[in-house]
């Protein structure tokens, strides 16, 4: 579980929103790595990602949100 500067997580609250965003925004591989199972084994997950990205979408630069908002999207169209 990665450490948040600012939250107060357990593992059940380890992919709210604000922790979602940090780790899209600063994770390491292995915090991304992890995203990527939670998004797999939670629907809720991924609708907080789909959420969270589309915030982001309008800045072009930052291609981080690109990226996990078309995981998502590919992973449910393949489900």
Not at 35 to 42: C, D, M, S, T, Y
């Amino acid at each position: 579980m990665m450490w948040h500067r600012h939250l107060s997580l357990t593992p059940e609250t380890e992919f709210i929103l604000p922790a979602i965003d940090d780790i899209i925004c600063y994770g390491m591989w292995i915090d991304w790595a992890e995203l990527r199972e939670a998004v797999i084994r939670e629907q809720s997950v991924r609708d907080d990602v789909i959420h969270l990205c589309k915030h982001y979408m309008q800045q072009k630069n930052d291609q981080r949100y690109h990226f996990w908002f078309n995981y998502v999207q590919n992973l449910e169209k393949s489900s």
